[in-house]
């Protein structure tokens, strides 16, 4: 998954009178009645997004021209509009993970459409038009004003810059999903299922939460009958069940593992070592290194008497090699990952790129530009070991305005339910272990005769 900022549920539509009176981009593609709603929709927003992009730049030309003779000193502060570049051999920067000082306890709801991508195009809009009145005003003010508002417009034009970087990741994400829903909506409409269960499973925790906090829990039935909301005053016993058998249900539904026959574990002494094969095509090996370290780092695990561990094998493909006999893509084209990713061996994952956004797709981590974690790159390696994502991913039919993707989290502990909060567990390398030892007895030497408690 790549990295957005959560979404709040109020929709409120673009007003295009905001949008300069610029000629629109001629390399949007002329929609028809054939052409479904989503797309259509995603052509308009991407539109608008490029409009508000070529003010941004505008602004940053007129705002650096003023700085460099004003006040020079903050002109090196500034940071051009980079818009993302998408392609093959694109490659996303990978900054650090959020601080996290707790695990979270309460599953994260979030949801993605092309009107809420139009909301965050029309609030950036609404704070650049006031930045360039600012800027406009800027010499009927004393020398000192001045500055002060140089100074606050510099780190105005810096989080504008952010902002916009976070609207290319929603359209990527909404172009990727969207697309993947009207794909499979019979999927979909399971998962949304689900989705509405993991909902009504948080709602029940809620409910007995709040019984529990407010010491009616103690009081006899009869006071409770008078005292608690009628929908409170359900036994707890059954409330209870009913919250187990919600979980149980969404469980079912989602937890599948199914461990990759180039897994390879060994066992040396106290220490379990889980080795996987990669083959990627990236040219930049300081990146290639870098994410086997981020990996391994956080596929770690040390107990009081065992210790568990991953180690990546990533063997390099020139993409001249890889396409044998054809012209490789150059950097920055558009590519199909199936036809990509059927020309690298199948005895090993992929590590490529050429993603919208990355994700985890048949074996390969596929790589978008934007910028990743080292726990985003950790969740979709846990993809590769065969794990399924925690999390459920469902959607509501916006007709004209596309889908909304609306996704909650089943297991906020699991690194593969959140990958900002949750953690590699246990019962990960549990069931790495008990699924290999099952098919491998002989390949892990002694360890079959270790005795392994299975957590899950």
Request: proline share 5%; net charge neutral.
């Amino acid at each position: 998954m790549a990295i957005l900022r959560l979404l709040s549920v109020t929709i409120i539509y673009l007003t295009a009178s905001l949008f300069v009176a610029t000629p629109c981009c001629n390399n949007q593609p002329q929609a028809s009645s054939a052409t479904p709603d989503y797309i259509q929709r995603g052509h308009l927003v991407q539109e608008h997004y490029q409009i508000y992009g070529k003010r941004l730049e505008v602004y940053y030309e007129t705002l650096s021209a003023a700085l460099q003779v004003k006040v020079p000193a903050l002109f090196s502060s500034l940071k051009a509009p980079e818009p993302r570049r998408h392609g093959y051999q694109i490659l996303p920067r990978i900054i650090a993970s959020g601080a996290s000082t707790h695990v979270p306890t309460r599953p994260r709801v979030a949801w993605y459409s092309w009107p809420w991508t139009e909301e965050l195009i029309k609030n950036e809009l609404e704070k650049l038009v006031s930045a360039e009145a600012e800027l406009r005003n800027s010499t009927t003010l004393s020398l000192t004003a001045r500055t002060s508002l140089y100074e606050k417009l510099a780190r105005g034009f810096n989080e504008l810059r952010a902002a916009q970087q976070n609207i290319d990741a929603h359209i990527q994400y909404n172009r990727m999903w969207q697309a993947a829903i009207a794909a499979d909506r019979s999927a979909y409409d399971r998962q949304t299922v689900l989705y509405d269960l993991a909902l009504r499973r948080w709602a029940v925790i809620d409910e007995l939460n709040a019984f529990n906090n407010t010491g009616f829990s103690k009081l006899p039935a009869g006071i409770k009958q008078i005292y608690l909301p009628r929908y409170k005053t359900e036994p707890e016993s059954a409330l209870r069940e009913r919250e187990k058998l919600s979980a149980r249900g969404v469980s079912e539904s989602i937890d599948t593992f199914n461990l990759p026959s180039f897994v390879r574990v060994s066992r040396e002494g106290n220490l379990w070592v889980i080795r996987v094969s990669f083959y990627t095509d990236i040219d930049d090996h300081h990146f290639v290194d870098a994410v086997k370290e981020k990996i391994e780092n956080i596929w770690r695990l040390r107990g009081a008497d065992t210790e568990f561990r991953v180690e990546l094998a990533i063997a390099n493909i020139p993409s001249s090699e890889l396409y044998s006999g054809r012209r490789p893509p150059a950097k920055g084209d558009q590519i199909d990952l199936s036809t990509h990713l059927g020309r690298f061996r199948q005895d090993g994952a992929v590590l490529t790129t050429g993603a919208l956004t990355t994700h985890f797709y048949r074996g390969a981590i596929v790589l978008g530009s934007e910028d990743i974690t080292p726990s985003t790159l950790a969740h979709e390696f846990g993809h590769v070991l065969g794990f399924s994502d925690a999390y459920i991913r469902g959607y509501k039919d916006l007709g004209k305005n596309g889908f909304q993707v609306m996704e909650v989290v089943a297991d906020p502990e699991d690194i593969m339910g959140a990958p900002d909060g949750g953690a590699v567990l246990r019962h990960h390398f549990d069931r790495i272990l008990e699924q290999y030892l099952k098919r491998n007895v002989r390949d892990a030497r002694p360890a079959s005769l270790v005795r392994i408690n299975y957590i899950g």
